[in-house]
């Protein structure tokens, strides 16, 4: 068993987490300003631009909402870690000192209708997968709820297919437009249940990973009906990327999650 | 692009739709903790702690690294304010910034009150933290971001999309 020391953890994930406010690698030779953008989509892809090279230069975050912080963890059968008894605290300890001493806004709330802020962003929102081997790998995202309030789940009827799904995601896409910061990175979860499929949907966004090409290019094919771009107004650009998983499902059932992710898409992982 | 001071509202107010102005001046923050508390005092006849009158509104809750340059503040989703429309049409704001669309009979609301809707860049923190020249918390300072700010801003670039015709681009 090889063990990995609890405050390594906390030390790698609190440095990630500034990295990822100010820095992420997920947005490094990102350019906003298209050549083919024109007119007042142009000009706000240019501030999008001017955004990433602030909060790079001036270690300002990237956005206001840095959101809650969402862990997906893979760790090996043959890995264990000291400093506490499982790993949510070592997590939450982490992000206590990146976003409290770090200026990052603390946008977590502990009860859902008293709406008292927790104080230093926890608790994280973390998914453990347990794999092979003895790596542990942590890969991080901070959401706002911007992108977040604009995402949906439904059970559809098997009969409904990939046009089902795709009339789906774009309706979802249409009652979000500009309210969810796009263009949008847009993860689609299908299959499952319930409650897997949005997480499905995460990890599209997590990992990068499309299952069904045949589904990407149906939707994609039909985003100019969507009628915006750039931050919601008139344009071509509503959607940066598009990504799929699929998973085995109910004989009754299609669940369908989707999950957009603002254009300040704040990824980064660590391994320990 | 054109500078307008907020303070000038009549300059403000010519603006077309779907145009993007740059204002200068002081704004102040509400969303959605410090909105329902305004809304709770004002049903209980209690005094507000902030006088809205002729105020340009951001919804917004910044960060709080600005004491050491490392700020970053940009606009909320403006349809979870919808609620407290009335409200703010009430207390005599003049223009609110936010982002993202508003439904009918948000935007008719507005209209029937010459409130102007302007958005912001939707993500752009860091851009609008750095035309920020100073920050004062101006109440609910306990509800920390949700507080109501008053920001000086200069070169803070805001699309027309409600204008003073009733005019809209969203």
Do not use: W
């Not at chain 2, 207390?91 to 209209?111: E, F, M, S």
């Amino acid at each position: 068993m090889r063990i990995v020391d609890g405050e390594a953890i906390v030390s790698a994930l609190e440095r990630l987490l500034r990295e990822i406010n100010t820095d992420p690698p997920s947005l490094r030779g990102v350019t906003f300003c298209d050549p083919a953008l024109t007119g007042v989509e142009r000009e706000l892809a240019c501030i999008l631009d001017e955004n990433l090279r602030i909060a790079r230069e001036e270690q300002r975050p990237l956005c206001q909402d840095c959101g809650m912080v969402h862990i997906y963890i893979r760790k090996g059968k043959f890995v264990s870690f000291s400093g506490a008894s499982t790993l949510q605290p070592l997590i939450d300890e982490a992000v206590r000192r990146a976003y409290k001493e770090g200026g990052l806004r603390l946008s977590t709330v502990a009860d859902p209708f008293e709406r008292k802020n927790t104080g230093d962003n926890t608790p994280a929102l973390v998914h453990i997968e347990e794999i092979d081997g003895a790596d542990l790998e942590l890969t991080v995202m901070v959401k706002g709820g911007g992108s977040e309030n604009v995402s949906r789940v439904a059970m559809l009827a098997p009969s409904a297919g990939r046009a089902g799904v795709a009339d789906l995601v774009l309706s979802v896409l249409r009652d979000a437009g500009g309210a969810g910061c796009p263009p949008y990175i847009v993860g689609v979860g299908v299959g499952g249940s319930f409650d897997t499929v949005a997480l499905r949907a995460k990890e599209a966004l997590l990992f990068d990973s499309d299952d069904d090409p045949e589904l990407r290019e149906l939707i994609t094919a039909r985003l100019p009906e969507l009628g915006y771009g750039i931050l919601g107004f008139p344009g071509v650009k509503p959607v940066s990327a598009l990504r799929a998983r699929k998973a085995p499902t109910h004989i009754s059932m299609l669940p369908v999650a989707v999950l957009l992710n603002c254009h300040s898409f704040r990824r980064g992982s660590v391994s320990l | 692009m054109n500078t307008i001071a907020c303070t000038d509202i009549a300059k403000l107010r010519s603006v077309p739709a779907g145009t993007l102005t740059a204002l200068e001046g002081d704004i102040l923050t509400l969303r959605d903790r410090s909105l329902a508390r305004l809304a709770e005092l004002k049903k209980n006849g209690e005094p507000l702690p902030v006088d809205l009158t002729g105020r340009i509104i951001f919804f917004a809750g910044p960060t709080p690294g600005f004491a050491d340059g490392h700020g970053s503040v940009g606009p909320t989703t403006s349809r979870r304010m919808t609620a407290y429309l009335p409200l703010l049409a009430d207390l005599g704001v003049v223009a609110l910034i936010g982002k993202g669309p508003l439904d009918k009979a948000a935007l008719d609301l507005l209209a029937a009150h010459r409130i102007l809707y302007l958005q912001a860049a939707g993500g752009a923190g860091a851009f609008y933290g750095k035309r920020i020249t100073s920050i004062k918390s101006v109440a609910f300072q306990e509800l920390g971001s949700e507080g109501v700010f008053e920001l000086t801003v200069y070169d803070f670039i805001v699309m027309m999309s409600l204008d003073g015709r009733g005019a809209a681009y969203l």
